[in-house]
Nanobody, 122 residues
Framework: QVQLMESGGGLVQPGGSLRLSCAAS????????MGWYRQAPGKQRELVAA???????NYADSVKGRFTISRDNAKNTVYLQMNSLKPDDTAVYYC????????????????WGQGTQVTVSS
């Protein structure tokens, strides 16, 4: 199995910054795309940012210029630097990773972390 462990959420004032981390562990053969999604109360889960193993990143329009996703392939870890936070950024943030794992044979996976709360409020 592949596990994703998130950290870094919390309470921050508008205009502040937070950095989320997500480390993948387990029977990993490869990790293709790693990303961050978020879900606010009463809303659907939405993509925030994602990055491929080659470093190509894409962002939701709402976070472009404020959030930066990065990845350390040696540590199987993805980061989300969030600057100029707004109250609308308040949500549970989920890490996602997909790729191939080892279990006698190679099996594809698409796994989620448990989520970390980000609250932007004065």
């Amino acid at each position: 199995q592949v596990q994703l462990m998130e950290s870094g959420g919390g309470l921050v004032q508008p205009g502040g910054s937070l950095r989320l981390s997500c480390a993948a562990s387990g029977s990993i053969f490869s990790i293709d795309t790693m990303g961050w999604y978020r879900q606010a109360p009463g809303k659907q889960r939405e993509l925030v940012a994602a990055v491929t193993s080659g470093g190509t990143a894409n962002y939701a329009d709402s976070v472009k210029g404020r959030f930066t996703i990065s990845r350390d392939n040696a540590k199987n870890t993805v980061y989300l630097q969030m600057n100029s936070l707004k109250p609308d950024d308040t949500a549970v943030y989920y890490c996602n990773a997909n790729g191939v794992r080892m279990q006698t044979v190679l099996i594809s996976y698409n796994n989620w972390g448990q989520g970390t709360q980000v609250t932007v409020s004065s």
